[in-house]
């Protein structure tokens, strides 16, 4: 008898774990939380009933498809509405399942085992009325409590994520508290529930089924708990990025030396942008671009950790678990002697497709950091202060310009100005972190004057249309400028075209795909990938 290879016995797998990690590695850490606030729903101009609850949550579903890795539903904005509310999750959990998105329902179940081993029939089963992919549970009457719902979750493919350190003030001197007898006794509270919750993952190779949730604005807090994400191989749901407060920095402070298997909800910061469909699209694709590079950052951050107490496998064992290009930029960008490259300045024509190509590029390659550029022009719908720019006042963007805070500014199109922050750049290139700039041709050239005195070796890469009638028909076709300012950018873009022999590569962005390998490729090439 021949006995299948792990490897052959994990392309078997069709459980949880397996298909959150796939869909990871295809979208990315975000999963999007579709909450139907009643204020939510008032903005959208919708009924606030059981009726504006599953319009709205479709509409949210069809923002996420393509973009996040899986939706999470919260119960209770379903449930105020009685059996009608009960009804409504039913069919939008229908479509999810039928549109191929994981979904978690965030119902907080927890219990005596024999009263919670019924909601095994409401959710795992597989002609369950809300059969979901996971569900989330409260570990409060002991952490082994739930032990016969994980069972059940397990037997059927599906997931659970345990409620381990949460976010509010009383949850954290709950959760921190030590125990008194019993398992992990001397231990926090915190740390048995996730010390309980990795026993079920330990035999499985890539990530587990069970996993824990730890808010992300729970900072320095995590050091209290004696809980170590990085040693944990199960999924964490981290909730509390954006609206709730917690910034790229506390995802970096929380999961550092994670990998790859934190999946950050983010809800009120994308519904805010709707009912529009395509502004909730560019919200999700913008905030998820946001939490990779975050969650990247933080993965670095934590290399060479050892064994802990848990009786887990180092964070670099768990590799597996973690998308397959993240793993392989990790490999090649984090190793201790880091190649130091040039600094990759990209620049061509306003609606050539600079952002179209650099995003298409990070996010086959999330290792790459792109610099956040300040500006005075007001933001677009679904841009994001911090992440598709700094939104300054023209003070403010003074008094840092006087400082010297920016590598180089420039007034683009006579409309804006527009400035490289200097430090960013500088302690990325220190750290031999693969670092892009996305800036006009005048701030090319200024960066070209200063860069031996900075001591930055640069290498100018012009993105080139196919045709200049081609370039008309993507800067109008886009729609985010009055005519007015598409005649201003088109008298730039002739300028810009004329100056592309002073760059070292061309890219012509007739694909975008082709394009962005081409400037991976570039950049692999400088740093050494
Ligand atoms: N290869 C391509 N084929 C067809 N359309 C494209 C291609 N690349 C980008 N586009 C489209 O062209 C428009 C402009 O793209 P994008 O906003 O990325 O340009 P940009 O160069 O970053 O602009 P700006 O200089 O104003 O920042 C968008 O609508 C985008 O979808
Ligand atoms: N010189 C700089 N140019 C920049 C910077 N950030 C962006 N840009 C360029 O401005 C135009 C307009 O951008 P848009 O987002 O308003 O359409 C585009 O060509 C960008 O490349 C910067 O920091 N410095």
Redesign the pocket.
Same mark, same amino acid.
């Given at each position: 008898m021949v006995t299948p290879s792990s490897e052959e016995l994990n392309a078997q797998r069709s459980d949880f774990g397996l298909r959150l990690s796939n869909s990871m590695a295809k979208y990315g850490p975000l999963c999007v939380g579709i909450d139907p606030h009643r204020k939510l729903l008032a903005d959208w101009g919708y009924n606030v009933d059981a009726e504006g609850a599953e319009l709205f949550s479709m509409r949210m579903l069809q923002a996420a498809s393509g973009c996040a890795a899986a939706v999470k539903f919260q119960t209770p904005m379903f449930e105020r509405y009685g059996s009608k509310g009960f009804e409504a999750l039913e069919r939008v959990l229908y479509a999810a399942r039928q549109m191929g998105v994981i979904t978690i329902v965030d119902c907080l179940h927890g219990g005596l085992p024999t009263t919670i081993s019924a909601i095994a029939d409401a959710y795992f089963k597989p002609n369950s009325p809300m059969l979901a992919d996971a569900i989330t549970l409260l570990p409060y009457y002991g952490a082994r409590s739930l032990n016969g719902l994980i069972s059940e979750a397990l037997d059927n493919g599906r997931g659970v994520f345990v409620a381990s350190l949460t976010s509010n003030p009383e949850g954290m001197s709950l959760q921190t508290a030590i125990r008194q007898s019993g398992d992990y006794q001397g231990h926090t509270v915190a740390y048995g529930i996730a010390a309980t919750a990795q026993k079920h993952n330990v035999d499985i190779e890539g990530m587990g089924s069970v996993g824990l949730i730890i808010g992300a604005t729970i900072g320095q807090w995590i050091q209290d708990s004696g809980v170590d994400p990085s040693q944990f191989t199960g999924p964490i749901l981290s909730p509390g990025y954006g609206w709730q407060g917690a910034e790229a920095k506390d995802l970096k402070t929380v999961f550092k030396g994670t990998r790859g298997n934190v999946l950050v909800t983010v809800s009120r910061f994308i519904a805010s942008h709707g009912p529009d469909i395509s502004a909730l699209k560019q919200a999700t694709e913008s905030i998820a671009l946001d939490v990779r590079q975050a969650l990247y950052e933080a993965m670095n951050e934590g290399e060479n950790k050892e064994k802990d107490g848990m009786g887990t496998n180092t964070a670099n064992e768990n590799a597996s678990a973690n998308s397959e290009t993240a793993a392989v930029d990790s490999a090649n960008v984090a190793q201790g002697d880091k190649p130091k490259g040039r600094l990759v300045v990209l620049t +061509?024509? =306003? +609606? &050539?497709?600079?952002? #179209? &190509? !650099?995003?298409a590029m990070r996010k086959k390659h999330p290792g790459v950091w792109l610099s956040v550029s300040a500006t005075t022009r007001k933001p677009r719908p679904g841009e994001v202060n911090g992440v598709n720019y700094w939104f300054l006042t023209d003070q403010e963007f003074s008094a840092k310009e006087n400082k010297g805070e920016f590598l180089e500014t420039a007034l683009v199109h006579g409309l804006a100005r527009y400035g490289t922050p200097l430090k960013p750049v500088q302690e990325h290139l220190a750290e031999g972190v693969p670092t892009l700039l996305?800036i006009?041709l005048q701030g090319a050239r200024r960066i070209k004057e200063r860069a031996a005195e900075l001591g930055v070796d640069v290498v100018y890469v012009f993105?080139a249309p196919?045709s200049f009638d !081609?370039l008309v /028909? /993507?800067?109008k +076709? /886009?729609? #985010? !400028?009055s005519e007015a300012e598409v005649n201003k950018?088109l008298e730039t873009a002739k300028v810009e075209l004329a100056a592309e022999n002073e760059f070292d590569v061309t890219i012509v962005?007739?694909? &975008?795909d082709r =394009?962005a390998d081409e400037l991976w490729s570039v950049i692999a090439r400088e740093y050494g990938l």
């Open positions: +061509g024509p =306003a +609606g &050539v497709g600079k952002g #179209t &190509v !650099e995003n996305e006009d993105i196919p !081609e /028909r /993507r800067l +076709g /886009r729609g #985010t !400028e950018r962005n007739d694909n &975008v =394009a």
